[in-house]
């Protein structure tokens, strides 16, 4: 795979991306870095602060039809990543779209942690993947392609493709059980939730299940899974197909905000570097 790297030009001089010290209180910016992978030219956008030591990296995949850029305003990763002092990149799909099933998106996620990490300090047992609906799809690929370098993955309102990791992975996943886009009892072939995770908790090697409700959220854990491993579900009574606590966009399903979807996969991922 061949690999060209170009830092975009409209932000030279930016600190905390690898390019200078950056003070541990300072916020960056976020920059454009194009690649070229496997003869394609890509895109991600890079936001972080450089510290001391090494920081985790968060990888938020947009759904399909939306872009980079429309969920680093949406999602508000930007201002928690700047508080608790991580990098958060955000790939752009071509034409907009993850492709769940090949591996040239899966080469470009490869590509863009070799790449972050040679532009900041990133500690490799704290890489973690997260993403809505097709791009929630593309964040189980990335777990099951990525095990040994993906520490935990939090996918939102996504299916479950046809892989399982070789090794354990953590997984957080968040579902609106009125999504009817992509609906948590699964349908055209796709497993339901609670079926595909049966199957992901057989590899993490967990066990019993308990559940506690919160108004309209359901919190599943489950115990005994493999040491540093583990696997939760969220459920949400009247959520649809969207990210929980998102800036609203006309035209998609109202947003719940029965749940921060960013705060609580950050808050599990904090709590599961890879083992």
């Excluded at 030009?9 to 950056?22: C, D, H, K, N, R």
Aim: proline residues 7%.
């Amino acid at each position: 795979m061949r690999c060209r790297i170009v830092l975009a030009a409209s932000l030279l001089g930016l600190v905390g991306l690898g390019l200078a010290p950056t003070p541990a209180s300072a916020a960056t910016r976020t920059a454009v870095i194009r690649l070229t992978v496997d003869g394609q030219p890509r895109t991600y956008r890079l936001h972080g602060v450089t510290r001391s030591g090494p920081q985790a990296l968060v990888i938020v995949l947009h759904g399909a039809g939306a872009t980079a850029k429309e969920v680093e305003r949406r999602y508000h990763w930007d201002p928690l990543a700047d508080r608790e002092g991580f990098a958060v990149a955000y790939p752009q799909a071509i034409l907009r779209r993850w492709d769940e099933t090949g591996t040239g998106d899966v080469d470009f996620l490869r590509t863009l942690i070799t790449d972050v990490s040679a532009r900041t300090p990133i500690d490799p047992a704290r890489v973690y993947v997260t993403g809505i609906s097709n791009g929630g799809v593309m964040t189980y690929r990335a777990g099951c392609a990525l095990a040994g370098t993906v520490a935990a993955i939090g996918p939102v309102a996504a299916w479950f493709p046809d892989c399982l990791p070789a090794t354990a992975v953590s997984v957080i996943h968040i579902h609106g059980l009125e999504d009817h886009v992509l609906a948590f009892d699964g349908g055209d072939g796709a497993p339901s939730v609670p079926e595909g995770l049966a199957e992901w908790r057989r590899v993490d090697r967990c066990r019993d299940g308990t559940a506690e409700r919160s108004g309209e959220v359901v919190h599943t854990t489950w115990a005994a899974c493999a040491p540093g491993v583990a696997v939760e579900l969220y459920t949400i009574d009247r959520g649809q197909h969207e990210w929980p606590g998102a800036v609203p966009k006309p035209g998609n399903d109202p947003v719940s905000h029965a749940l921060d979807a960013t705060g609580t996969i950050w808050a599990f991922f904090q709590a599961h570097p890879r083992p």
